[in-house]
């Protein structure tokens, strides 16, 4: 076993709502406030960076800034104030995506509040994944929804920009039906897909996937083992 | 002590990069040879952790009795229940639907919206759900789903490779259904709006994975599973399906037919029981990683902790391939803040190469899971040829820069937003710079026994994605997971509903605890364990993380 020897490691402190710890330097800020005897129920998803259920604000000694941060990937820093937002209370209107399209129009429909947006940037500057918020956002009040699909397609719902946005708009939320719309009805569609699965309901497999279930398992290694494959 | 830092690397380990990107050039043009079907069985044989004789136990008592199982899953299965029958009031019934589903993950929304599409009304549909809606490893899946939709493809070119990724050993008729629903579900994804990368003219842009013959992973950059999970969580709310999240089943119930007829919620908030009876129980609580098999890392989300295993288990469902393991061979082995978190398989798919400290290739990129995992293993720990971290963790490289190279200049940029976001936080380039890493649990390959039809070996239970065996085999392939909790996640919901149109449920008892723990005692079973965990315990030094001695 490899030892761990956190009592020779540097320890930081850090304020967990205001109440200090002292931790090993180097851990995120999920695993810090574990090692201070936290048991998460709320604010640990994936931890890895996918899932948007740490998103944490903190601030550092000496300096008045707000930051905003994934607690599973951010290092702690000595001096440093935390408290999780876990959840966002935020509208989701809900929608048939067959009812709806492409039009511009479906954003103030269900999101009014976009035409607010201000341009003040301050969605952009919390947002942990570093988006351009506030361009997609625009973007989808303009109506462009390949520019706001493709500005927000990183997004992990973390909801720091919402909580942020002075205006109360649901960034995330709207580039989600972005997103969806997009990829619905404007991005091109796979014939090849359509194709196959019309093959497939024709039966055209049946017999081969069924000679190769009864085949003995010597010769469906042979064959396993001699299948051509394609090259790079 | 402090270790010269030199753009995210110690600068010892600058050494090495060195020596890498001196062979760089010469590599680009070798392709390192396949192995055949005997050096795997050898090199597994003698390396990977799967093996590894005492890491296992014959489970003493329940359906499985005698078969091996890694200690961490014996000792949850060898277990006292976490609730006593007499802490809850089966007479007070709090939900009483048709269709329970337990887990929102990838496989729980899939079934939910298609109960919800072939007749179940979504207020007779309740999902419960650990943490949040969508929290799962389903959403952390990054490197893509196959399905055999290609001209130069077909189903059976598809059921060739899962049935030689899993050695052999995989449910032939499950195997069958996982391919041929394939292109289907690409195409329901599709209409959910599910944005995968295509060309200009709509065919999908597919590349390899580990053990494929033909290139047909689709994915959404390197976010294909968020980008399915955000949809399908969509899509449930606008159909207003009920969820109860921060709710854990802690027990199934049964009736006095003997069926599964609900279970016993637990509010991970309030601490309060609650009872659910329905006509049909679906189980999609994924798998086992976060019980840290052999002390590994692990890529999963924080609730994989085989929760349903153990439901399913007490109320006699059989169980299979639980003693296969999957470790993915790519986890992060430096920064130690990530340790243990995925680096996808996309990588690899796109050209990288894992590369020794002296900038040789030693196993093809694209092996099979298991395969590519037990050479990483070989290489550091019998040949000596890792690059050591400074908290003593062993790795080789895994070589990105190739990407950008053989696909030109920004390929990593816009293929994989999320590994280059991952290490950039922590100051490593990796369009610049090899990335370190060592294998990683990563899937439970075996679970509960299902047919095509997603019915478990007990009536009223059904169960698809990662909580059930035999689609894979021994050893899942790249891009087959996605693939398997919408193929039977879709069955599973269907089949879900049309049970409960003509089920009845009887009396609920919780008869089945009563005789596991008179099992467990018969068995001499002494044991203060109890079971399921629901979430791990990483409290005070347990949170640092969990070092390797492989050897």
Redesign the interface.
Known sequence: ????K?ESKEKVRIYVMGREYKV?A???IT?AM??A??????G????????G?CATVYRLSNDYKLRMALAC???VEDGMYIAQIPFTPAE?P????NEIGPSANVFLEYYPEIAKCVCCNTCTKACP??LEVMDYVQAALRGDFEEA?RLS??C??CGLCAMRCPTEIVPYNIA?LA??????YV???????????KE?ESGK?EE??QK??QAS?AS??E???K????P? | MSIKIIRGYPEYMRESIEVVEKTREKRLKESFP?M??KEREEILKNFHPDYKKETKRPVKIGPNKDDLMPNEVADLLEAHPLMKPEDVDLSKVDFDVDILIIGGGGAGMTAALWANYTGAEAEDILIVQK??L??S?S??SQGGVQ??????D????H??DV??GGH?TND??LA?RL??DG??I??WH???????D?E?????ITI?GGGT???RMHS??D?T???IV??LK??I??R?IPILE?TSAVELLTDEYGQVAGAVLYN??TQEYHIARAKSTVLTTGGFGRLHIQ?FPT?N??GATADGVVLAYRVGAKLRDMDAVQYHPTGVAYP???VG??VTEKVRGL?AQPVNRNGEQFVNPREPRDVESAALIRECYERGNYIETP???KGVWLDSPLIDMLHGEGTIAKEL??ML??YK??DIDMTKDPVLVFPTLHFQNGGLVINENAETTVAGLFAAGEVTGGTHGKNRLMGNSILDYSVFGRIAGITAAKHARKAKTGKLTLEHVTRYEKMLEEAGIKTSRKSPIL?P?????????H???IL
Request: one cysteine or more; a positive charge; proline letters at 5%.
């Open positions: 076993m490899v030892e761990n956190p090993p180097g851990l995120t695993k574990e090692y005897g936290y048991r998460f129920i709320r640990s998803g994936c931890r890895g960076g996918f899932c259920a990937q951010k290092t989701k809900l929608y048939n995506l994944q570093d699909a397609f990183d992990i719902a989600l997103r969806r719309i997009y990829g619905r991005m091109p569609r796979a014939r090849h897909v359509e194709d196959r699965i497939i497999f081969e996937i190769l279930m398992s469906l290694k064959i396993y083992a299948r051509e494959i394609e790079e | 396949f055949n079907l943490l949040r969508g929290d490893n959403i952390m399905a055999a939709d290609k001209p130069n077909s189903p059976t070119l059921y060739l049935m030689g052999f032939a008729n069958r391919v041929l292109p289907m690409i195409k599709e209409e959910l709006g599910v944005m995968y295509r200009p003219d709509g065919t999908m390899h013959c033909r290139k959404a950059r976010y599973g968020l980008e955000r949809n969509d899509e709310l606008n207003d921060f991970m908030e002390e890529t989300h924080y130690e803040q990530i978190l995925l050209g908290t003593g963790m937003p999320a976001r991952q936080r922590f979430l315990e990483y409290r005070g030094e347990k949170v640092l993380s070092a390797l001695d």
